[in-house]
């Protein structure tokens, strides 16, 4: 298996990204390979870093092109056509990778994506597909970010995208489905929940289990999360600075108290680096977005998540699963 | 100064009320007294726990009627008459209490609210103003779960109501105001957050600071923040059950540990009791919303709220300030 690697996306690139790249390739599976996507020369320079790396399993690419926030994300593909975002994921389409992984821009990343991958058929709107830390186990949110406004019929479609995910990514048998909403009861909500509610009602072939409102994603109570991806964003963004903050906090009290307690739970789950990356999901290609902040071991663990998308053949069983599922799911 | 005071609103009624009551008259200024409004039998086994009351400042106004989770919201006025939530919103409409505070049925305290109190001329769409503890000093969110579909112009009266409570309750000298949105730059968001940054920023009398992301909220950097009900809603209850478990798995940890650990500061943080309950914003009287679970210490922050929001007369800044607003804010 190879994955292809975007050595130019974090804030710390391509040194997070090389170094991610080596831990994925020590801990995980044999049979996977890395292609970092990139300057070479600035790759080189971070390779040189580290005293060893794993022969024969860790190649380069080189992508002299940078994208930068002023490229509108429309434009890449035409503008930037030796960028890191569009060697990659054309090294996807020509089937010389497996994977595609990038904390570069997401809006780049996500319109690449749907130019050269394409939508799988049947796919109304590709989706950005995040796991949030709970007190349970972790639960997928549909959608991040990729899509502001939704109709119904495009939140029933997350539905179906999370439960593969879960299935496939996750592990989760017969995953339970849930709405975010403002309250739990059915008639609770505004016109894009109702009539959603309505929709996974009776739905054929998914585990809906009903709204969940703010309160409850904390506890862990389903495996799927659907949303539009305006109310994903905010959520997401505010959970990350909300844990970043809190672990930060803990840290300066503790030092400054002299202790060294191990918040070993509480950090677990705060911690969503240890989920590394989100698939784009309803592209014909495993694709999968970092953070621009990502770790070394985001990277790390972005490369498993890519690595189980391929295994698990994820892009067949969504393409299969959405053209035999009850067509245009019965919308007004 | 009067505050009628919902005794049967919390899970711990009247318990959590009368003590919250009392400790409020303990702390704030001697002018201030107190209606319990509620089961006057259930009110009196709970005074006769506390050993003492403070003389002649706490009155119990019996409301035999019970509002339960059976009761449609808008039917509460017609069938619970005596119940706390309706008589006590009648004592501020005529004139016998200066303001009103339950942690009942928030959907019966708005809905009786509107009908008693009516909408001051001009605000289309009352709000629930919600303070969120932040790294840095608090800020009001609105709105936090009373219109759930909102317009554009919806949006930008919640500025204008917020930028009210900012300067009378929270003692802000001109609040900056954002908007929740899922990018900094003008161009991003959904329709409606879209079209609002334009009218926000042409709106006179406004310190409008621009989007606001779901990540920067922590860091206290404006004074209100606007956003449709839906979206207010999610957050809010997301941010309670993400404190309160941060909270309680940090209590849990600390005592497995034998440590006894103050984070204070990171307490305070996460702590929206301090806040006490929420200003309904727009309606003709003081009203001030609280949790279902709140404690005495809620209840006398509430009190508290009720009390400065009396004293600098916001129903009338409210009612002056959006009758001279430019109209219907030049909308489409």
Chains 1, 2 share one sequence.
Do not use: W
Request: glycine share 10%.
């Amino acid at each position: 298996m190879r994955i292809a690697l975007d050595a130019m996306g974090t804030d710390l690139a391509p040194s997070a990204e090389v170094a991610g790249a080596i831990g994925a390739l020590d801990e995980l599976e044999p049979d996977i390979e890395i292609v970092l996507v990139g300057d070479r020369d600035l790759i080189e320079a971070a390779l040189a870093e580290h005293p060893s790396v794993p022969a024969g399993r860790l190649h380069v690419h080189h992508a002299p092109d940078r994208v930068t926030a002023a490229d509108s994300p429309a434009t890449v593909l035409r503008r930037k056509p030796d960028s890191s975002i569009v060697v990659g994921l054309q090294m996807v389409k020509a089937g010389e990778a497996d994977a595609f992984i990038s904390a570069g821009s997401t809006g780049a990343v996500m319109a690449t994506s749907l130019f050269t991958l394409r939508r799988i058929p049947g796919v109304d709107r590709p989706a950005i597909g995040t796991l949030l830390p709970t007190a349970g186990s972790s639960c997928l949110m549909l959608d991040a970010g990729a899509n502001v406004d939704c109709k119904p019929q495009h939140l029933v479609q997350f539905a179906r995208l999370g439960q593969i995910v879960a299935q496939d990514l996750m592990g989760r048998d017969r995953p339970r489905v849930a709405l975010l909403n403002i309250g739990e009861e059915p008639e609770k909500g505004d016109e894009l929940t109702l009539e959603t509610h309505k929709l996974l009602s009776r739905a054929k072939g998914l585990n809906f289990v009903g709204n969940l409102e703010g309160r409850d994603i904390i506890r862990g109570v389903c495996d799927v999360v659907v949303c539009d991806g305006f109310v994903g964003n905010v959520l997401l963004k505010f959970y990350e600075s909300v844990a970043q903050f809190i672990i930060g906090l803990m840290r300066k009290e503790l030092q400054q108290a002299g202790e060294s307690m191990d918040f070993e739970e509480l950090f677990r789950v705060l911690d969503y680096e240890e989920y590394g990356g989100a698939p784009l999901l309803g592209v014909g290609g495993v694709c999968i977005i970092c953070h621009g902040e990502s770790s070394p071991f985001a990277i790390r663990n972005a490369v498993a998540v890519a690595a189980r998308a391929v295994r698990s053949d994820m892009v067949r069983h969504i393409t299969r699963e959405i053209s035999t599922a009850d067509p245009p799911e019965e919308v007004p």
